[in-house]
DNA sequence: TCTGGCTGACGTCAGCCCAT
DNA sequence: ATGGGCTGACGTCAGCCAGA
């Protein structure tokens, strides 16, 4: 085994950890984004069960309150 | 104890969807439930179509409306079932 | 204005473009890193807020029942 | 129309945190007002302590929400169930 | 119109953590 | 303990767009 072959073999194997470091970071990326997304879609839904959890809640009360007095 | 610190706060992304589509699967489960009660102890007397409520129920899980930036984004639904 | 002159003039702004550049890239990381912690906490306090008001509303609804049946 | 949908996804990430502290403060102010008209409506003899609340809501107005990662490892007296 | 401020996306380095 | 998979953070390039 030579110098040069080992440099080569050195050089192979570093290109070769890029390359996959590298599609590794655009995965991900791409899975953060998905997260990011899903937190802000969440946010929504939560805010909309939100909204009509209060009025339901509201609506009986009114409900609750003329029944009773 | 440190089992359920570790596991609320994932470090891979697909862990942290995974356990944020469990809770709102969840929640959106309770507010369904919550809703149809207290609409079946308020109005008994009256029958009424909620066949139409029904299937919006269905098709979009929580009374949540469909947002439209996402929408033109994803294609599809998502199924992060094959993500892990 | 001799090119020697020209050229360190290039120079010189393309790297104060490059260092201002560097410089907004960190502060935009931040805020984005503090945008998702916003959007974390919010669905953590609106998770919150909603489980209350279930709890709310079903405690409610049992004594609109009691009181009603 | 436009501007509504303009201004309801910003491209800065300060105004994206201050567009959802807002809603966050408007959403806390209902949330803390239905359920203070609740407990008055159910229980109006009692007399009870609401300034715990009131100190919790001054208190996260205009500065940074709690952490929730922090609130993950530290087993900090305050959460938010008792809290809200 | 056209530049400067922010941001999206990329590749790279460093480091953590789990399976081996 | 050691390697490999993911992720945090950095610097750079390209592009958008409100404001000069």
Sequence with gaps: SSPQQLSEEAARKRELRLLKNRDAAKECRRKKKEYVKCLENRVAVLENQNKTLIEELKALKELYCQQEG | ?84
Aim: hydrophobic share 40%; glycine share 2%; aromatic share 4%.
């Design chain 2, 1 to 84: 104890m440190s089992f359920s610190a570790i596991m609320a706060n994932p470090r891979k992304f697909s862990e942290k969807i995974a356990l944020h589509n469990q809770k709102q699967a969840e929640e959106t489960a309770a507010f369904e439930a919550i809703l149809r009660d207290v609409s079946a102890a308020t109005r008994p007397p009256q029958k009424q179509h909620l066949q139409l409520s029904q299937n919006i129920t269905t098709q979009y899980r929580a009374g949540s409306l469909p947002n439209v930036n996402q929408m033109a984004n994803n294609p599809g639904p998502i199924n992060l079932q094959t993500a892990l």
